[in-house]
C-alpha cells in the first residue's frame, strides 16, 4: 500500500479485508485517506519491533557518594565538556568539579566503562556501564577475600587503592590470594597497584611473581622490586649483560680540582642502530642495577649525571628513574631538575606519577615561573585540582606570556595559549581563575571564546555542596 502511494497509484485494493471496511465511504478519494490514516497508526504503534530478546534490563543508575551539581551549573560545565577534546580532557574537567565536592548530571558527562583514570566516586558508575548487578550494586561492606566477587573492577579497584594506603598487608594479601586465578590482563592491573604504599614488607610477595606465567606480570614486579632496591630480579627485562651493554654508552670522568668528582656523561652512538639500542637498553634495564655497576648509590649517581650533554639520553635517564628507581633517587631528581628550571624542569613531568603532592606543586610552579614551553604543561597528569594561587601567575613570566600570546597575530601562539588557559583552568583556586579571565579579555581574547570554559566552570565552583540541590 505505501509503495502504492508513493508511485501516485491505490492502495485500496491492497488492503486487509478488515481495513476496508474501515475505510469503505462513498468516494475513492475518501477511501484512500482513511486507508492513509490507518496506516499512519500502524507504522507508529501498532507494527514496531519487538524488543530483541538480548535485551536486558538494567538496574537503576546508582547514586554517587557527593551530591549532583547545582543546575546553574550545568551549562558551564557542558561548555567546558564541548571543549575538552579527548577522554582525558573531559576527565580533567569532571576531576576539578569533584574537588569541589560535586559528581556531573550523567546527561552531561558519564565515564566509559574501560577507562580506569576516572575520580575515584565514579567507581559506581562504571561498574554500572560494565554491567553490575543490582544486587552487587546495593552492597556496601569492605572488600574482604569473601567478598571479592561481589565487587566489579572499578570499585574494587578503589577499596584496594584505599587498602594499600591504610593497610597495606591486607590489601597484600588479597591480591595474592585472589589474584592468582585472575587472568594476565587483570593480574597485572592488581600488580600495579602495589605501587600504592609500596615498602620491604612486600618483597616475598613481588620475589613470587618471578615465576608468574605472564611476562608482563614478571616485569612489573621487578620494577617494583627495583624501586625497593631490590637489584638483578628483571626476568624479561634488562639482564646482567644488558646491564653491562648499557653502562658501556656511559663515559666516567672527574671533575673539580681540589675535591675531585666522579661525573657520568652520555656516550653520543655511532649509528641509528646504536642510538636505538641504547633507547631499548634505558627502558628494559633497571636504574638501581646500572648504577651498582659504578658503585654508586643512586642520588649520587644523579648528582654527577651530566646533563646537557645529550638530550634524549638525559630524557631516557629521567624515564628509567621514574619507572624504576627508589623513592629517594625520584626526590632527589625531581629537586635537581627544578633547580636547574628552563628545559631540565619540563623532563620533571616524567616523575609526575612519583612525586608526592608537595614536589608536584614546587614542579608546575616553576614551570609557570620559567613560562619557556607552556604547552607543555597540557601533557601534565597527576596534577592536583584547584589550588593555583594568582600569586603563582603574576609573580612569573606565564600572565604576561599569555597576555602577549592573546593579544598578538601569531594564530600559531594564540592556539598554544588557549590550550594553556585550558590547563590553568584546572590548576587554579577559583579566585586565579577569575582574575585569569579578566586579564586575558582585556588583552584581546573574545570574552565568548571556548577556551575559557574551563576557568569560567572553575570560577563558579564556589557553591558549598552541603547547600546546593541534589
Known amino acids: 500500500m505505501r509503495d ?73 560545565l557542558r561548555a567546558a565538556m564541548k571543549y575538552a577534546a579527548d577522554a582525558r580532557l573531559k576527565t580533567r574537567v569532571a576531576t576539578l568539579v569533584a574537588s569541589r565536592g560535586f559528581v556531573t548530571h550523567p546527561m552531561d558527562w558519564m565515564p566509559a566503562a574501560s577507562y580506569q583514570e576516572s575520580p575515584e566516586v565514579y567507581a559506581p558508575w562504571v561498574d554500572w556501564q560494565a554491567g553490575a548487578a543490582s544486587e552487587k550494586q546495593s552492597r556496601r561492606e569492605h572488600l574482604t577475600a569473601e567478598s571479592w566477587d561481589d565487587f566489579y573492577p572499578s570499585a574494587r579497584r578503589t577499596a584496594l587503592v584505599e587498602l594499600r594506603r591504610t593497610m597495606p598487608a591486607l590489601a597484600r594479601t588479597l591480591i595474592e590470594t585472589k589474584g592468582a586465578s585472575e587472568p594476565a590482563e587483570i593480574r597485572l592491573a592488581l600488580i600495579e597497584l602495589m605501587r600504592f604504599g609500596l615498602g620491604a614488607d612486600d618483597i616475598p610477595f613481588l620475589k613470587s611473581l618471578s615465576a608468574d606465567r605472564s611476562g608482563k606480570v614478571r616485569e612489573m614486579a621487578g620494577r617494583l622490586l627495583a624501586r625497593l632496591g631490590e637489584h638483578g630480579n628483571s626476568a624479561d627485562g634488562g639482564s646482567e649483560d644488558s646491564t653491562v651493554e648499557l653502562a658501556a654508552f656511559i663515559e666516567e670522568g672527574k671533575s673539580g680540582f681540589i675535591r675531585r668528582r666522579a661525573t657520568y656523561a652520555p656516550i653520543k652512538p655511532k649509528s641509528q642502530a646504536q642510538q636505538a639500542r641504547r633507547a631499548d637498553l634505558f627502558a628494559s634495564c633497571y636504574f638501581g642495577d646500572l648504577v651498582a655497576r659504578f658503585g654508586k648509590t643512586e642520588p649520587d649517581f644523579i648528582g654527577a649525571w651530566q646533563f646537557g650533554v645529550d ?19 625520584v626526590a632527589s631528581l625531581a629537586d635537581l631538575l627544578v633547580a636547574a628550571g628552563g628545559r631540565l624542569a619540563f623532563l620533571a613531568l616524567q616523575l609526575m606519577s612519583r612525586l608526592e603532592s608537595g614536589r608536584k606543586r614546587v614542579l608546575i610552579r616553576q614551570l609557570l615561573n620559567d613560562a619557556q614551553n607552556p604547552a607543555a604543561l597540557n601533557s601534565v597528569e597527576g596534577a592536583e585540582a584547584g589550588w593555583l594561587e594568582w600569586g603563582d601567575l603574576a609573580n612569573g613570566k606565564t600572565l604576561s606570556a599569555l597576555r602577549s600570546a592573546v593579544s598578538g597575530d601569531n594564530d600559531v601562539m594564540k592556539r598554544n595559549a588557549e590550550q594553556h588557559l585550558e590547563t590553568i583552568g584546572f ?30 566552570l572553575n570560577a563558579a565552583l564556589t557553591e558549598s555542596p552541603s547547600h546546593s540541590p541534589r
Open 4 to 76: 502504492g502511494w508513493i508511485s501516485g497509484g491505490a492502495g485500496f485494493e491492497l488492503a486487509p479485508a478488515e481495513w476496508k471496511e474501515v475505510a469503505a465511504a462513498s468516494s475513492p478519494d475518501e477511501q484512500e485517506r482513511r486507508l492513509l490514516a490507518i496506516a499512519a497508526q500502524a507504522l507508529d504503534v501498532a507494527l514496531r519491533p519487538a524488543a530483541p530478546k538480548t535485551l536486558k534490563r538494567r538496574p537503576p543508575l546508582p547514586v554517587l557518594a557527593l551530591p549532583m551539581l547545582p543546575e546553574r551549573l550545568r551549562p558551564p
Open 311 to 329: 638530550d634524549g639520553a638525559d630524557l631516557f635517564l629521567v624515564r628509567m628513574v621514574a619507572g624504576s628507581g627508589g623513592d629517594a633517587a
Open 427 to 456: 590548576l587554579a583556586n577559583p579566585v586565579t581563575a577569575e582574575k585569569l579571565i579578566d586579564e586575558v579579555v582585556s588583552a584581546g581574547l573574545p570574552p565568548a571564546s571556548p577556551s575559557l570554559s574551563l576557568l569560567r
